[in-house]
């Protein structure tokens, strides 16, 4: 008869190895974001392993997979995690102090103006420390299945019902070509014009690429895509360079200002209207610190974001 192991002699410090090493599915990249060494890993995860009495990796080729009770374990750890962090908050609440951590996913082009935001809110709450992450649109959606942050900030939320959502600021998507480009200056460019130029897209996943994909879709018109890439900082380097043109958010252009090498054409169809959201599945609690940042960001978060006129910005950039 087999018998259940007491699983008591398992620490803390190996459920937190054991979940890198689960969530990253290499220990190489563990080590790297809990400064361990990667022998440490294996230890720990070989002495964890003892303890639970199963396999909890399975190594297939080059590739490591979660066994069953490893999966099982993943699940547990994320469970204990957030419950322990909960409980943190809960005794920084009872000490009248706003303090912990605050896990910020955002989508690639809130870069530009989240880390503004943050700095007014940490000097008020000192205590608080904050993990911002920054990904394209399916990223996002890969941690909020995972519950791996608190917020979310997306301009397409996933279209599923159990999700609360709050309307931050504009997102509008502009087309950008080198400042020397012949159509710069011109008005009411036709969108068909645009098929003739060599284009710069985003990667698969990207929530821009889909919307320009649509527009284009929607009115039949075939782009050559020239170049791929998923970053907004190295399209902006591309289109400067003469690689091609463009269509990115108005706020990637932000610190762009009169110097800038790109332009904003004036396309028929652009902007394309979108905003940011907040979001965060409806069935999560959220820490205190996260409740703060939400209501911060709806009030002084939102004025700071607006004070950056983007009609000013737009004037700057489109070469008048
Ligand atoms: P993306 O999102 O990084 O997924 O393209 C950016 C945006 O929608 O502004």
């Not at 951590?101 to 503004?116: F, S």
Request: aromatic content about 8%; glycine content about 6%.
């Amino acid at each position: 008869m087999t018998s259940v192991k007491p699983l008591r002699q398992i620490t803390l410090h190996q459920l937190k190895v054991f979940e890198a090493a689960a969530r990253h599915c290499s220990f190489t990249r563990a080590a790297e974001e809990l400064f361990l060494t990667q022998p440490t890993i294996s230890m720990q995860v070989k002495q964890l392993t003892q303890a639970v009495g199963l396999p909890l990796f399975e190594q297939v080729g080059k590739r490591l997979y979660l066994t069953d009770a490893g999966r099982e374990l993943y699940k547990t750890c994320r469970e204990v995690f957030d419950q322990l962090s909960r409980f943190e908050m809960t005794i920084a609440d009872m000490q009248g102090l706003k303090q912990g951590k605050l896990r910020l996913c955002v989508i690639t082009t809130a870069k530009y103006v989240v880390p503004r935001l943050l700095a007014p809110f940490c000097q008020r709450y000192p205590g608080v420390d904050v993990a911002l992450q920054v990904t394209n649109h399916e990223g996002v959606a890969d941690r909020m299945t995972e519950n791996l942050d608190d917020l979310y900030i997306v301009s397409q939320p996933p279209d599923h019902p159990e999700i609360e959502l709050y309307a931050f600021i504009e997102n509008p998507l502009v087309v950008i070509a080198p400042r020397n480009h012949p159509l710069v200056g011109q008005k009411q460019i036709p969108l068909q014009r645009l098929s003739e130029e060599s284009f710069i897209m985003r990667e698969p996943g990207s929530g821009t690429r889909k919307t320009v994909q649509e527009l284009f879709d929607k009115n039949d018109i075939a782009i050559r895509v020239r170049l791929e890439i998923g970053s907004n900082e190295a399209i902006k380097q591309a289109i400067a360079g003469g690689m091609g043109i463009s269509v990115l958010s108005l706020h990637s252009l932000t610190l762009e200002g009169t110097f800038s090498q790109v332009a904003i054409l004036d396309v028929e169809k652009f902007p394309i209207a979108r905003q940011w959201y907040v979001i965060y599945s409806a069935g999560k609690q959220l820490s205190t610190i996260a409740r703060t940042f939400l209501e911060y960001l709806q009030t002084e978060g939102r004025e700071i974001a607006d004070a950056t006129s983007l009609l000013k910005l737009l004037n700057a950039t489109s070469g008048d």
